[in-house]
């Protein structure tokens, strides 16, 4: 393999760092931009927001070049560009099931009334019982 297309993890940080700074770069003369108000101040920031935004995609561009031609290909990378290439299989043999805990002991629970309006003996719903006045 040459050197030339030798993947270098040093160079790599140096590039995305470069990135980032572009495009936060970017990103904080956009925001003075809407944040501005006079004309001369408008003026400079969409320049400098236009010059920033070259710079990031300038460097997106050559990230992506430079770096696609490596042989650096995982299955993240796969999955993102086919995430329905790996899913999980289901398993083919038998799961022998899970023992299952002792059954809970049935007690008297009191059974609700539904009571509708207007009835002369009014009763509660969650015990079944008069309503005190």
């Given at each position: 393999m040459s050197d030339e297309n030798r993947f270098s993890l040093l160079?790599?940080?140096?590039?995305?760092?470069?990135?980032?700074?572009?495009?936060?770069?970017?990103?904080?003369?956009?925001?003075?931009?809407?944040?501005s108000y006079s004309q001369e101040e408008r003026a400079i920031n969409k320049e400098n927001r236009d010059y920033w935004y070259n710079k990031y995609i300038a460097k997106m561009s050559y990230l992506?070049?430079?770096?696609?031609?490596?042989?650096?290909?995982t299955d993240y990378h796969r999955q993102l560009e086919n995430p329905y290439y790996n899913l999980p299989q289901v398993p083919t043999h038998d799961v022998s099931p899970l023992p299952s805990a002792p059954p809970a002991p049935v007690t008297d629970i009191p059974v609700a009334e539904i009571v509708s309006p207007g009835e002369e003996d009014p009763t509660s719903i969650i015990l079944g019982q008069p309503i005190p006045e």
């Open positions: 160079k790599l940080e140096k590039d995305v760092l470069k990135y980032v700074e572009y495009r936060q770069k970017y990103q904080n003369y956009d925001n003075k931009l809407h944040d992506e070049r430079s770096y696609r031609r490596t042989n650096v290909y």
